[in-house]
């Protein structure tokens, strides 16, 4: 301070403030950068720290003369809206609350906000915390902070203009900003301060009180007082507390928050209070000066003035008030401008806990008109008090003492007798109503929100459209929203249209929200006329009532429809209309207004249950019948009961249940469709229906053939769990869109199928691809578990259909038509439709020709009246038809629908006709062609038959080319003559002929016809796989033989490879035994002798080969059925599967079994790469584990067993690791098993389990099999009986084996009141009770059980055996065992005393020596002696000594029992932090020393003093020494600075520390240095596995180490795969910086400005990555392209980083670049952003190391002009002087001193302007 006083002499000059004409010069500025302007209080956190102590000073002195610090008001009035200044404190008190926001009430009757981001900076960083992470912890609401009337302190922190144009006050209570103007050397105990706890501690709570350097904190004590209840305050609770006491300058503060003495601390002069600093809310002892007709000025604090409005005098205390008399006030208001205190002296603020009440004692009477209210008195500057009716007190404020334009007359006002006036608000600072006498105000209909109601229709004034409705203006401050869906009983397009700025309009009230202010209205014309009763609750709502509401909501199973008031309802599907609606969007839209009847209706639930129908019919139905549960894939049979637009509604037969038929599911052709529909009546049956769907809703009928086929046969997915990938299903088109198709399929499953997943050809538009309803076959590409969502293919090339598929939907569809037929005959009755019925393709009839036109001709026929017979011109070709003509015609197609008959003339297809034979192969002509079917002619045999349009289902004629037409030819083949399902005609299989694509070179050879069954070809050997070998056969097609055709596989012997016997390029001869489908390469089985394959399967097998053998075809089923289980069969490893771990094995062409991998290893070092073992190819001996035909499943085994059986070695996995239980271990074949603890060793150790990890191999021996699950055992003995050492603890097999006083080991089960339970074996507990498992007396069964945690091994004597109860009785005891007491002695227990050991105590007692006396040390006289007795105390055993000496040691350090014990204690503590001291040294010292001790122990009685004092010294000699040894151990051990020399000191380390990343790379290290790179890898991957998933630093640490490994050691492939993982375990970002950092140490710029580019790309709104970047360029020198990299970030990044980017930038061409440039940058943000003083502040650091003093300087004088606050110039010009002082002259030193000068002068002269 002193400097700055040197440097910057004080100046200026004070002037008077105008307004407030005060005499009194203020002469003491702190320093000349504060001004002398009061109004900058803002700006007081420049001041300096001793400020309160400047300011008291002069006080005294003035005091003498009789002055104040600040004069009295001339007369007092209430605080004014218009004098509010921002920065002004307050005493405020809370009125309402919300979640993010409190209303608060002021003195004066305003009103102010409360943001939830200004309650203190703890709390607003508690709430960013909470909005950044994603869990929602409870964090504490507003609510839960402030309560209504609560009384505080606040700061109005702004000052906004709203709207409409009024001031609305914004507050805050953050300690930072009310306490601003204390600092801590101003603390002084007993003030009363506000605050907000900060943080919750252990034993009390941080409140911050706002001062800088100032730590406060507030006993939980204190707080329980105050509360009385013990609920903690939480983080951002506002409290007023006092403090206590005051320590270390003001930097720690205790708080206390008692009522009493909180409540009654008044402000005292010595406390220092000032008028910067003076507080709202203290309460002062105050004497009045003066009383006027507005109020009283007092005097209080000894020097201060200040004033009470007539609004804070107590009202019935008004006589009292005289000069001279002393009151109790509270400081209401600092107003700093005109140094106004304001003062109440109404009682509610000066009681203890001072809380106001925020609604008046009357009831909420806001709003209510008065009248006949007397005015009692005027008060020209503030308004008036007028008395209401019932004697209460209300105020008139001056501005509603008239209306708002008229100018005042107050007299007039006064002289009025009488007055109305209307409440407008309820000031709970002041207690006491505003009213208005305002005419306007008076005659408003609605003043608030709680005066309108719902169903009440208004009028308002349209304010402004918005998208997502209309704003009306009710009144000045009262508007509603007409939701965009209410603007009109429809909805509008183009509401701007109907609707202009400033309308009159009238509504309806849908809703209020009086306390949110929301109001909803609603201009739709049916609700505001509406006759019928409102339903504005649900009490209305009475069933059987009927309403208007409007629709809010349409789901699949009904309509939501609200009334007002937000009652509202559903309206199930049943009741939507008295025809069946399967789709109610397709019907109702959101927004539409229906009567709706109400059926149920439950108040107490708020629900509701409506029909529309009912309200239309007026009548209520019966109630529904119960649902029929239908199991879906069952035939049924149904009547149709009604036709609906889109389908049948149908009873299903015999019960009458409904359920719905679409018409899309009546057929696989979708031209079948509507044919079936028109034909199909009322009260007709339908047959070989199908359930696909049923849910509550309703029941879905399908008769779609091929569904119906999937359903049956099983092909289909009863739920999503069961969908796999690559799963192939039948569904239909359910939707299209222009994405792509949804695919329903049964159960109510429905996948998408993309775009790009439709055909095999490009798409452009999805609509021309499928029809909605058409039956597909679907693959299942991908599966979102998650989202419950899957994607499948719809592509012919990745779909197979099942075989015969083509044929079977002909026959069906023809079958449909014919029925359709049938049944139009048999309904209508007529002749035409009978005979109709009874033609058939291909028949001929005698016609006569009516009329030829251009497009063909029209004939007549006798027998059929009535029908049209038609021929295209097509058909009538080559002859001359004149009509009246009789000529004979070939039937093409009858139209039974139309009555129509297509028929042909030409001379080919009228002629004889020729007989087919079965295989034949014939070109033919598409004759006609109707949707689905074609009518073709088969060359020229005069045959006429029908085909399918379309070959596949899923087939997509997208193009004109594609589609079939009349006139193409077509290859066919027959497959048979004369089909009855086909109406005797020929059944065909076609394809496009060459004309039409390319032709496969097998397929242009003459009379290719593929490869049949037992053919025996000729070809040549092309490729050898293991498993498979392809020939090329003679016709150019290609061929593949399976492994398993190669040689016999009875000749065949392990580990042979069957393909290397064949050579590539070798002639071989070969037959056929299958064939696999081109798409799918799935093995086909045969329906057919005359079937040819186009990749046919072949066999090499001699025995095959031979004509005579007649090959018989098997199918996979009868295959996998021909196995049994144990068998044993020859397989051929076909695949390895590293994730599951197992391997698939062949033994056929069609068959494919797995086997795991226990069944596949007998040696657990196997297990990391068990594909070594078997390579692909290899012949192997399998044994069948498990065999299944439908799913198929086969499973095998390689280890030669196929079950597990008693008494054998297995392999097992580990899976769980269960302390009560012991290893949970997976065995092969599917079963489980369970180790004991006492089956895991022949020797146990503790911790036993340690050793055992999750997924480790294990070889288990099978003890036996109960429930199915098996018993193992690890031990040696078991697994290896031959090798085995000999039995340490041997297995108890049975109660027999075990005999009394025999000593065994066991593990703890548990501890329990009963005593300690042991496991003796796997199926024997012992029970040690409490008094035989320890020497002391214990009170609490627990002590033991936090000493012996489940599985501690224990030493125990068999005490006794009840072999009928089966009950071993054990004992733990010293004596019995041989082993220390299970409890340490430090735990300071008192001995159980028994028998001899209570004489002993009692001679002993005598001595006063015992040890138990010391145990019992409690009782402080004998404490005493035995600290007296210590040194000589000489009748006891050296351990024991060795115990009580460190136990005195721990007691009492200071004591000078021993001087050598007392120097091991503390230092054998400080070392050993992690020795067991429990142990103590008994189990450490020498042998001589045990067998001495325990001979001492024995005669201790019977020796005389003196020689067991020699005795003594040596065992203390000794004891010493080992201990010494140990200290030096265990110092060495615990060593933080000595590096471990080797491995296993390492591994020690580790063990306390493993996720110490530290330690693991020291670890690493060690291996490089001895250049164990591998060992180095495999500690980094340990490491790695073993480090909390939580220590995420830590983990990185590693992956970096290793990162750097393999950059030194590895290739760029094992750095890849390294860098790859460490992306997925860490954060990507850190991943990736580190990586480049050890590029760019490496010098490898390539591949670090690779990973850079790859870095931005990825994280383009990282600012960091963009730096270092840049950071890189320029280190490299590419500065143009640093340049570049600023441009591109700057595009990348939000528009708010861009100053700080460019100055980084900027910073960093300083650094590594051109320091021209990195000026220039600077330069350029800083004329843009002259006020960002910390980046003048870099830019000068950056000048003053790298710029010339000329430019230094130039640079300081630009800074120092700067229009910034004045204490940020102050900053300058100390930094200017400083720099002067260092590299400048005096002269130039005092030049700046002259520029401050200067500086402060303009400011003096601007101020007081």
Same mark, same amino acid.
């Given at each position: 301070?002193?400097?700055?006083?040197?440097?910057?002499?004080?100046?200026?000059?004070?002037?008077?403030?105008?307004?407030?004409?005060?005499?009194?010069?203020?002469?003491?500025?702190?320093?000349?950068?504060?001004?002398?302007?009061?109004?900058?209080?803002?700006?007081?956190?420049?001041?300096?720290?001793?400020?309160?102590?400047?300011?008291?000073?002069?006080?005294?002195?003035?005091?003498?003369?009789?002055?104040?610090?600040?004069?009295?008001?001339?007369?007092?009035?209430?605080?004014?809206?218009?004098?509010?200044?921002?920065?002004?404190?307050?005493?405020?008190?809370?009125?309402?609350?919300?979640?993010?926001?409190?209303?608060?009430?002021?003195?004066?009757?305003?009103?102010?906000?409360?943001?939830?981001?200004?309650?203190?900076?703890?709390?607003?960083?508690?709430?960013?915390?909470?909005?950044?992470?994603?869990?929602?912890?409870?964090?504490?609401?507003?609510?839960?902070?402030?309560?209504?009337?609560?009384?505080?302190?606040?700061?109005?922190?702004?000052?906004?203009?709203?709207?409409?144009?009024?001031?609305?006050?914004?507050?805050?209570?953050?300690?930072?900003?009310?306490?601003?103007?204390?600092?801590?050397?101003?603390?002084?105990?007993?003030?009363?301060?506000?605050?907000?706890?900060?943080?919750?501690?252990?034993? #009390?709570?941080?409140?911050?009180?706002?001062?800088?350097?100032?730590?406060?904190?507030?006993?939980?004590?204190?707080?329980?007082?105050?509360?009385?209840?013990?609920?903690?305050?939480?983080?951002?609770?506002?409290?007023?507390?006092?403090?206590?006491?005051?320590?270390?300058?003001?930097?720690?503060?205790?708080?206390?928050?008692?009522?009493?003495?909180?409540?009654?601390?008044?402000?005292?002069?010595?406390?220092?209070?000032?008028?910067?600093?003076?507080?709202?809310?203290?309460?002062?002892?105050?004497?009045?000066?003066?009383?006027?007709?507005?109020?009283?000025?007092?005097?209080?604090?000894?020097?201060?003035?200040?004033?009470?409005?007539?609004?804070?005098?107590?009202?019935?205390?008004?006589?009292?008030?005289?000069?001279?008399?002393?009151?109790?006030?509270?400081?209401?208001?600092?107003?700093?401008?005109?140094?106004?205190?304001?003062?109440?002296?109404?009682?509610?603020?000066?009681?203890?806990?001072?809380?106001?009440?925020?609604?008046?004692?009357?009831?909420?009477?806001?709003?209510?008109?008065?009248?006949?209210?007397?005015?009692?008195?005027?008060?020209?500057?503030?308004?008036?008090?007028?008395?209401?009716?019932?004697?209460?007190?209300?105020?008139?404020?001056?501005?509603?003492?008239?209306?708002?334009?008229?100018?005042?007359?107050?007299?007039?006002?006064?002289?009025?007798?009488?007055?109305?006036?209307?409440?407008?608000?309820?000031?709970?600072?002041?207690?006491?109503?505003?009213?208005?006498?305002?005419?306007?105000?008076?005659?408003?209909?609605?003043?608030?929100?709680?005066?309108?109601?719902?169903?009440?229709?208004?009028?308002?004034?349209?304010?402004?459209?918005?998208?997502?409705?209309?704003?009306?203006?009710?009144?000045?401050?009262?508007?509603?929203?007409?939701?965009?869906?209410?603007?009109?009983?429809?909805?509008?397009?183009?509401?701007?249209?109907? =609707?202009?700025?400033?309308?009159?309009?009238?509504?309806?009230?849908?809703?209020?929200?009086?306390?949110?202010?929301?109001?909803?209205?609603?201009?739709?014309?049916?609700?505001?006329?509406?006759?019928?009763?409102?339903?504005?609750?649900?009490?209305?709502?009475?069933?059987?009532?009927?309403?208007?509401?409007?629709?809010?909501?349409?789901?699949?199973?009904?309509?939501?429809?609200?009334?007002?008031?937000?009652?509202?309802?559903?309206?199930?599907?049943?009741?939507?209309?008295?025809?069946?609606?399967?789709?109610?969007?397709?019907?109702?839209?959101?927004?539409?207004?229906?009567?709706?009847?109400?059926?149920?209706?439950?108040?107490?639930?708020?629900?509701?249950?409506?029909?529309?129908?009912? @309200?239309?019919?007026?009548?209520?139905?019966?109630?529904?019948?119960?649902?029929?549960?239908?199991?879906?894939?069952?035939?049924?049979?149904?009547?149709?009961?009604?036709?609906?637009?889109?389908?049948?509604?149908?009873?299903?037969?015999?019960?009458?249940?409904?359920?719905?038929?679409?018409?899309?599911?009546?057929?696989?052709?979708?031209?079948?469709?509507?044919?079936?529909?028109?034909?199909?009546?009322?009260?007709?049956?339908?047959?070989?229906?199908?359930?696909?769907?049923?849910?509550? %809703?309703?029941?879905?009928?399908?008769?779609?053939?091929?569904?119906?086929?999937?359903?049956?046969?099983?092909?289909?997915?009863?739920?999503?769990?069961?969908?796999?990938?690559?799963?192939?299903?039948?569904?239909?088109?359910?939707?299209?869109?222009?994405?792509?198709?949804?695919?329903?399929?049964?159960? #109510?499953?429905?996948?998408?199928?993309?775009?790009?997943?439709?055909?095999?050809?490009?798409?452009?538009?999805?609509?021309?691809?499928?029809?909605?309803?058409?039956?597909?076959?679907?693959?299942?590409?991908?599966?979102?578990?998650?989202?419950?969502?899957?994607?499948?293919?719809?592509?012919?090339?990745?779909?197979?259909?099942?075989?015969?598929?083509?044929?079977?939907?002909?026959?069906?569809?023809?079958?449909?038509?014919?029925?359709?037929?049938?049944?139009?005959?048999?309904?209508?009755?007529?002749?035409?439709?009978?005979?109709?019925?009874?033609?058939?393709?291909?028949?001929?009839?005698?016609?006569?020709?009516?009329?030829?036109?251009?497009?063909?001709?029209?004939?007549?026929?006798?027998?059929?009246?009535?029908?049209?017979?038609?021929?295209?011109?097509?058909?009538?070709?080559?002859?001359?038809?004149?009509?009246?003509?009789?000529?004979?015609?070939?039937?093409?197609?009858?139209?039974?629908?139309?009555?129509?008959?297509?028929?042909?003339?030409?001379?080919?297809?009228?002629?004889?006709?020729?007989?087919?034979?079965?295989?034949?192969?014939?070109?033919?002509?598409?004759?006609?062609?109707?949707?689905?079917?074609?009518?073709?002619?088969?060359?020229?045999?005069?045959?006429?038959?029908?085909? &399918?349009?379309?070959?596949?289902?899923?087939?997509?004629?997208?193009?004109?080319?594609?589609?079939?037409?009349?006139?193409?030819?077509?290859?066919?083949?027959?497959?048979?003559?004369?089909?009855?399902?086909?109406?005797?005609?020929?059944?065909?299989?076609?394809?496009?002929?060459?004309?039409?694509?390319?032709?496969?070179?097998?397929?242009?050879?003459?009379?290719?016809?593929?490869?049949?069954?037992?053919?025996?070809?000729? #070809?040549?050997?092309?490729?050898?796989?293991?498993?498979?070998?392809?020939?090329?056969?003679?016709?150019?097609?290609?061929?593949?033989?399976?492994?398993?055709?190669?040689?016999?596989?009875?000749?065949?012997?392990?580990?042979?490879?069957?393909?290397?016997?064949?050579?590539?390029?070798?002639?071989?001869?070969?037959?056929?035994?299958?064939?696999?489908?081109?798409?799918?390469?799935?093995?086909?089985?045969?329906?057919?002798?005359?079937?040819?394959?186009?990749?046919?399967?072949?066999?090499?097998?001699?025995?095959?080969?031979?004509?005579?053998?007649?090959?018989?075809?098997?199918?996979?089923?009868?295959?996998?059925?021909?196995?049994?289980?144990?068998?044993?069969?020859?397989? !051929?490893?076909?695949?390895?599967?590293?994730?599951?771990?197992?391997?698939?094995?062949?033994?056929?062409?069609?068959?494919?079994?797995?086997?795991?991998?226990?069944?596949?290893?007998?040696?657990?070092?196997?297990?990391?790469?068990?594909?070594?073992?078997?390579?692909?190819? %290899?012949?192997?001996?399998?044994?069948?584990?498990?065999?299944?035909?439908?799913?198929?499943?086969?499973?095998?085994?390689?280890?030669?067993?196929?079950?597990?059986?008693?008494?054998?070695?297995?392999?097992?996995?580990?899976?769980?690791?269960?302390?009560?239980?012991?290893?949970?271990?997976?065995?092969?074949?599917?079963?489980?098993?369970?180790? @004991?603890?006492?089956?895991?060793?022949?020797? =146990?150790?503790?911790?036993?389990?340690?050793?055992?990890?999750?997924?480790?191999?294990?070889?288990?021996?099978?003890?036996?099999?109960?429930?199915?699950?098996?018993?193992?055992?690890?031990?040696?003995?078991?697994?290896?009986?031959?090798?085995?050492?000999?039995?340490?603890?041997?297995?108890?097999?049975?109660?027999?084996?075990?005999?009394?006083?025999?000593?065994?080991?066991?593990?703890?089960?548990?501890?329990?009141?009963?005593?300690?339970?042991?496991?003796?074996?796997?199926?024997?507990?012992?029970?040690?009770?409490?008094?035989?498992?320890?020497?002391?007396?214990?009170?609490?069964?627990?002590?033991?059980?936090?000493?012996?945690?489940?599985?501690?091994?224990?030493?125990?004597?068999?005490?006794?055996?009840?072999?009928?109860?089966?009950?071993?009785?054990?004992?733990?005891?010293?004596?019995?065992?041989?082993?220390?007491?299970?409890?340490?002695?430090?735990?300071?227990?008192?001995?159980?005393?028994?028998?001899?050991?209570?004489?002993?105590?009692?001679?002993?007692?005598?001595?006063?020596?015992?040890?138990?006396?010391?145990?019992?040390?409690?009782?402080?006289?004998?404490?005493?002696?035995?600290?007296?007795?210590?040194?000589?105390?000489?009748?006891?055993?050296?351990?024991?000594?060795?115990?009580?000496?460190?136990?005195?040691?721990?007691?009492?350090?200071?004591?000078?029992? %021993?001087?050598?014990?007392?120097?091991?204690?503390?230092?054998?503590?400080?070392?050993?932090?992690?020795?067991?001291?429990?142990?103590?040294?008994?189990?450490?010292?020498?042998?001589?020393?045990?067998?001495?001790?325990?001979?001492?122990?024995?005669?201790?009685?019977?020796?005389?003093?003196?020689?067991?004092?020699?005795?003594?010294?040596?065992?203390?000699?000794?004891?010493?020494?080992?201990?010494?040894?140990?200290?030096?151990?265990?110092?060495?051990?615990?060593?933080?600075?000595?590096?471990?020399?080797?491995?296993?000191?390492?591994?020690?380390?580790?063990?306390?520390?493993?996720?110490?990343?530290?330690?693991?790379?020291?670890?690493?290290?060690?291996?490089?240095?001895?250049? &164990?790179?591998?060992?180095?890898?495999?500690?980094?991957?340990?490491?790695?596995?073993?480090?909390?998933?939580?220590?995420?630093?830590?983990?990185?640490?590693?992956?970096?180490?290793?990162?750097?490994?393999?950059?030194?050691?590895?290739?760029?492939?094992?750095?890849?795969?390294?860098?790859?993982?460490?992306?997925?375990?860490?954060?990507?970002?850190?991943?990736?910086?580190?990586?480049?950092?050890?590029?760019?140490?490496?010098?490898?710029?390539?591949?670090?400005?690779?990973?850079?580019?790859?870095?931005?790309?990825?994280?383009?709104?990282?600012?960091?990555?963009?730096?270092?970047?840049?950071?890189?360029?320029?280190?490299?020198?590419?500065?143009?392209?640093?340049?570049?990299?600023?441009?591109?970030?700057?595009?990348?990044?939000?528009?708010?980083?861009?100053?700080?980017?460019?100055?980084?930038?900027?910073?960093?061409?300083?650094?590594? #670049?051109?320091?021209?440039?990195?000026?220039?940058?600077?330069?350029?943000?800083?004329?843009?952003?002259?006020?960002?003083?910390?980046?003048?502040?870099?830019?000068?650091?950056?000048?003053?190391?790298?710029?010339?003093?000329?430019?230094?300087?130039?640079? !300081?004088?630009?800074?120092?002009?700067?229009?910034?606050?004045?204490?940020?110039?102050?900053?300058?010009?100390?930094?200017?002087?400083?720099?002067?002082?260092?590299?400048?002259?005096?002269?130039?030193?005092?030049?700046?001193?002259?520029?401050?000068?200067?500086?402060?002068?303009?400011?003096?002269?601007?101020?007081?302007?």
């Amino acid at each position: 301070m002193a400097s700055v006083e040197e440097d910057f002499p004080r100046g200026g000059t004070a002037k008077k403030h105008a307004e407030s004409k005060i005499v009194v010069q203020r002469t003491e500025v702190d320093n000349l950068f504060q001004s002398n302007e009061p109004v900058e209080t803002k700006k007081r956190k420049g001041a300096v720290k001793d400020d309160g102590k400047k300011l008291k000073k002069p006080k005294t002195g003035k005091e003498k003369e009789g002055l104040t610090l600040n004069a009295a008001a001339k007369c007092v009035e209430i605080l004014h809206l218009k004098n509010v200044k921002e920065g002004m404190l307050m005493l405020g008190s809370v009125k309402e609350v919300t979640d993010f926001e409190v209303t608060v009430s002021l003195p004066c009757g305003m009103q102010g906000y409360l943001s939830i981001k200004h309650i203190c900076d703890s709390y607003a960083k508690l709430l960013t915390e909470q909005l950044d992470s994603a869990d929602t912890e409870e964090i504490c609401s507003l609510p839960h902070l402030l309560y209504p009337g609560m009384v505080f302190r606040c700061m109005v922190a702004k000052l906004d203009t709203a709207k409409s144009g009024s001031l609305s006050i914004r507050l805050s209570i953050d300690p930072k900003q009310v306490n601003k103007a204390l600092t801590s050397s101003s603390l002084k105990a007993g003030m009363i301060l506000s605050g907000c706890v900060e943080s919750v501690e252990d034993h #009390g709570y941080i409140v911050d009180i706002g001062i800088k350097g100032t730590k406060a904190f507030l006993p939980r004590k204190s707080v329980k007082d105050k509360h009385n209840n013990s609920e903690e305050l939480k983080v951002g609770q506002y409290l007023t507390s006092q403090v206590e006491e005051v320590k270390n300058e003001g930097r720690v503060v205790h708080l206390s928050v008692s009522p009493p003495n909180v409540a009654q601390a008044y402000a005292e002069p010595e406390q220092g209070w000032n008028l910067t600093n003076l507080l709202p809310g203290l309460l002062v002892k105050a004497t009045i000066k003066k009383v006027t007709k507005h109020g009283l000025i007092l005097d209080f604090l000894s020097s201060f003035s200040g004033q009470v409005d007539f609004l804070h005098m107590e009202p019935d205390q008004a006589s009292s008030y005289t000069e001279g008399a002393e009151v109790r006030a509270c400081v209401l208001y600092v107003e700093p401008s005109t140094r106004l205190v304001a003062l109440s002296l109404r009682s509610y603020l000066l009681q203890p806990g001072a809380k106001v009440d925020p609604l008046p004692a009357g009831g909420d009477r806001i709003g209510e008109v008065v009248k006949d209210c007397k005015m009692t008195a005027m008060h020209h500057m503030s308004g008036a008090m007028l008395e209401l009716p019932d004697k209460t007190k209300a105020f008139v404020h001056r501005n509603h003492l008239k209306e708002s334009k008229e100018p005042s007359n107050e007299n007039r006002v006064m002289a009025m007798p009488e007055h109305t006036c209307r409440i407008l608000d309820f000031s709970p600072m002041d207690q006491i109503h505003f009213v208005s006498l305002r005419k306007t105000m008076i005659e408003k209909p609605f003043y608030r929100y709680h005066d309108l109601q719902a169903g009440q229709i208004v009028e308002g004034t349209v304010s402004v459209l918005l998208h997502h409705g209309m704003v009306v203006h009710l009144s000045d401050h009262i508007k509603g929203l007409v939701p965009r869906t209410h603007l009109s009983d429809i909805l509008l397009k183009n509401p701007e249209k109907k =609707y202009m700025e400033g309308m009159k309009i009238k509504c309806r009230v849908l809703t209020v929200e009086a306390e949110n202010k929301k109001l909803y209205l609603t201009r739709k014309k049916a609700l505001i006329e509406s006759p019928l009763p409102l339903f504005l609750s649900y009490a209305d709502a009475r069933p059987g009532r009927v309403s208007h509401g409007y629709v809010v909501c349409i789901k699949d199973f009904g309509c939501i429809v609200r009334f007002y008031n937000n009652v509202k309802g559903l309206v199930p599907l049943r009741e939507l209309s008295s025809e069946p609606i399967l789709t109610p969007q397709e019907v109702f839209y959101v927004g539409q207004v229906l009567k709706a009847k109400v059926l149920q209706c439950d108040p107490d639930k708020s629900k509701m249950v409506l029909s529309f129908k009912a @309200a239309v019919e007026g009548v209520t139905e019966a109630p529904p019948k119960p649902e029929f549960d239908c199991e879906v894939g069952k035939r049924l049979e149904a009547r149709v009961l009604k036709k609906l637009l889109n389908g049948l509604e149908v009873a299903i037969l015999p019960d009458e249940f409904r359920a719905v038929l679409p018409t899309m599911h009546l057929s696989d052709h979708m031209s079948n469709c509507p044919l079936l529909w028109e034909s199909l009546q009322e009260g007709d049956s339908v047959s070989n229906l199908i359930c696909f769907n049923n849910t509550k %809703q309703n029941v879905s009928l399908t008769k779609k053939p091929t569904v119906r086929w999937s359903l049956e046969e099983g092909v289909v997915a009863k739920d999503f769990s069961e969908i796999k990938v690559g799963m192939q299903l039948i569904g239909w088109i359910k939707n299209i869109m222009a994405y792509g198709v949804f695919v329903e399929f049964p159960y #109510g499953l429905v996948g998408l199928a993309p775009k790009s997943a439709m055909t095999d050809k490009f798409l452009s538009d999805t609509t021309a691809a499928f029809q909605l309803g058409q039956t597909v076959f679907a693959k299942v590409t991908n599966l979102d578990e998650e989202k419950r969502r899957f994607l499948v293919t719809l592509k012919i090339s990745e779909v197979t259909s099942p075989e015969g598929d083509v044929q079977t939907r002909l026959i069906n569809g023809l079958q449909e038509r014919k029925v359709v037929t049938e049944m139009l005959a048999m309904r209508d009755n007529s002749d035409l439709h009978q005979q109709l019925a009874a033609l058939s393709v291909g028949e001929k009839l005698k016609l006569t020709v009516d009329t030829v036109t251009d497009s063909g001709a029209i004939f007549t026929s006798d027998d059929l009246a009535g029908a049209t017979i038609q021929a295209t011109k097509h058909h009538v070709m080559g002859s001359k038809l004149t009509p009246g003509q009789k000529v004979t015609a070939a039937i093409l197609h009858i139209d039974i629908m139309s009555t129509c008959i297509h028929v042909s003339i030409l001379s080919k297809l009228l002629g004889k006709k020729k007989s087919l034979t079965e295989g034949s192969k014939y070109t033919a002509i598409i004759q006609h062609i109707d949707k689905d079917f074609a009518v073709i002619s088969l060359d020229d045999t005069a045959q006429l038959t029908v085909i &399918q349009t379309r070959s596949h289902l899923n087939e997509v004629s997208l193009f004109e080319s594609d589609k079939l037409k009349a006139g193409m030819t077509l290859a066919v083949e027959v497959i048979e003559p004369s089909c009855q399902e086909v109406q005797g005609l020929a059944l065909v299989s076609w394809h496009r002929t060459a004309s039409k694509r390319q032709r496969t070179a097998s397929e242009n050879q003459p009379g290719s016809k593929g490869h049949c069954f037992g053919d025996i070809v000729q #070809g040549k050997v092309r490729t050898v796989k293991p498993t498979s070998i392809q020939i090329t056969l003679e016709d150019g097609s290609t061929g593949n033989v399976h492994v398993s055709e190669v040689v016999e596989v009875s000749e065949v012997c392990q580990g042979y490879f069957p393909t290397s016997s064949v050579k590539v390029g070798s002639m071989v001869t070969a037959r056929v035994i299958g064939g696999r489908e081109a798409s799918s390469h799935r093995f086909l089985p045969f329906s057919h002798p005359k079937y040819t394959y186009t990749i046919p399967e072949l066999t090499l097998i001699l025995s095959k080969l031979d004509k005579s053998t007649n090959l018989k075809p098997v199918t996979p089923k009868d295959k996998l059925n021909s196995y049994k289980v144990g068998e044993e069969i020859t397989c !051929f490893v076909s695949k390895f599967n590293p994730e599951k771990k197992s391997l698939e094995v062949t033994s056929d062409l069609c068959v494919t079994g797995t086997v795991e991998l226990l069944a596949m290893i007998t040696d657990p070092k196997d297990a990391g790469h068990p594909e070594k073992l078997y390579k692909l190819g %290899q012949a192997v001996r399998a044994q069948v584990v498990e065999v299944n035909a439908k799913p198929q499943r086969l499973v095998l085994s390689l280890t030669g067993v196929h079950k597990l059986e008693k008494g054998t070695v297995t392999l097992g996995m580990v899976t769980n690791i269960l302390p009560q239980v012991g290893l949970m271990v997976k065995l092969p074949f599917g079963s489980m098993g369970t180790v @004991a603890v006492t089956d895991l060793a022949d020797a =146990y150790k503790p911790n036993l389990l340690k050793g055992y990890s999750k997924n480790q191999l294990l070889r288990c021996f099978l003890l036996g099999s109960e429930n199915g699950k098996w018993r193992l055992s690890l031990r040696p003995s078991r697994l290896n009986p031959q090798q085995a050492k000999p039995v340490k603890d041997p297995e108890v097999l049975s109660i027999n084996e075990l005999k009394t006083g025999q000593i065994i080991r066991g593990f703890v089960k548990s501890v329990g009141e009963q005593g300690i339970f042991i496991r003796l074996s796997w199926s024997i507990t012992g029970r040690a009770e409490l008094q035989k498992s320890t020497k002391y007396f214990v009170s609490n069964h627990k002590v033991l059980s936090e000493h012996l945690p489940p599985n501690t091994l224990l030493t125990t004597k068999i005490a006794s055996i009840d072999k009928e109860e089966e009950l071993v009785n054990l004992s733990l005891l010293q004596e019995d065992t041989g082993k220390p007491d299970i409890l340490p002695e430090s735990l300071s227990l008192p001995l159980r005393l028994i028998g001899e050991e209570k004489k002993t105590y009692d001679q002993k007692k005598k001595r006063k020596l015992s040890e138990s006396e010391q145990k019992q040390a409690e009782v402080p006289k004998k404490k005493k002696k035995k600290t007296k007795k210590a040194k000589t105390d000489d009748s006891d055993s050296g351990v024991e000594v060795y115990f009580r000496e460190e136990e005195e040691d721990e007691e009492e350090p200071k004591s000078d029992a %021993q001087v050598m014990q007392s120097s091991v204690g503390p230092s054998r503590l400080q070392v050993a932090a992690g020795f067991s001291w429990d142990v103590g040294l008994s189990s450490l010292k020498p042998a001589s020393t045990a067998e001495e001790a325990d001979f001492s122990d024995g005669e201790d009685q019977d020796r005389s003093s003196k020689p067991q004092k020699k005795t003594r010294h040596e065992l203390e000699q000794e004891k010493k020494a080992a201990e010494k040894a140990l200290v030096e151990r265990e110092a060495q051990l615990m060593d933080p600075s000595l590096r471990p020399q080797d491995s296993a000191a390492f591994e020690r380390l580790l063990l306390g520390s493993p996720n110490s990343s530290l330690l693991w790379l020291q670890y690493m290290a060690h291996h490089l240095q001895a250049t &164990q790179i591998e060992q180095a890898r495999a500690v980094a991957e340990r490491a790695l596995k073993t480090i909390s998933f939580r220590e995420e630093q830590e983990k990185l640490n590693v992956w970096v180490a290793l990162l750097n490994l393999e950059n030194m050691y590895g290739t760029e492939e094992s750095l890849k795969k390294v860098f790859e993982r460490a992306q997925q375990f860490c954060e990507p970002m850190p991943v990736y910086q580190q990586l480049a950092d050890i590029y760019a140490k490496s010098d490898k710029t390539k591949e670090a400005e690779g990973l850079y580019k790859t870095m931005v790309k990825r994280f383009r709104q990282n600012k960091a990555v963009w730096l270092n970047y840049g950071t890189f360029l320029l280190q490299q020198g590419q500065s143009d392209a640093a340049s570049a990299l600023l441009q591109r970030a700057l595009k990348s990044l939000p528009s708010k980083e861009s100053v700080d980017v460019i100055g980084k930038f900027a910073q960093l061409e300083f650094r590594y #670049g051109d320091a021209e440039k990195g000026r220039a940058m600077f330069d350029k943000v800083l004329t843009s952003y002259p006020k960002r003083t910390d980046l003048w502040s870099v830019f000068i650091d950056l000048m003053v190391k790298h710029g010339s003093q000329k430019d230094v300087r130039a640079l !300081f004088d630009r800074v120092i002009h700067l229009s910034v606050s004045v204490k940020k110039i102050k900053f300058f010009f100390k930094r200017y002087l400083e720099y002067e002082k260092k590299n400048g002259t005096p002269q130039s030193v005092q030049a700046v001193k002259e520029k401050a000068m200067e500086f402060v002068e303009a400011k003096g002269t601007e101020a007081a302007n």
